[in-house]
């Protein structure tokens, strides 16, 4: 009984100083891993980043497609004249 209460005393001892709320997060995270948890936040950061050049140059396409609109009507207005 001694020596199962001294060889118990390490695992008791790094029982009691397990941080709860470490436990806690690591059961309701979704990743195995620190990597995978980095890979998915990284990935998500550069698709919105994307999306974002994606939509600035449809921004771009369109503001072009209006000037390009308003010099035809002068263009028109001009021949008639």
């Known amino acids: 009984a001694l020596f199962e209460a001294l060889f118990n005393l390490n695992k008791y001892l790094l029982f009691e100083q397990k941080d709860p709320t470490k436990e806690r997060t690591q059961r309701e995270d979704e990743f195995e891993s620190d990597w995978d948890r980095f890979a998915c936040v990284d990935y998500s950061r550069l698709a919105m ?19 390009d609109d308003d010099d035809g009507d002068e263009y028109l207005g001009n021949r008639e004249a």
């Open 49 to 67: 980043e994307e999306e974002a050049r994606e939509e600035e140059a449809m921004e771009i396409d369109w503001v072009t497609v209006d000037d």
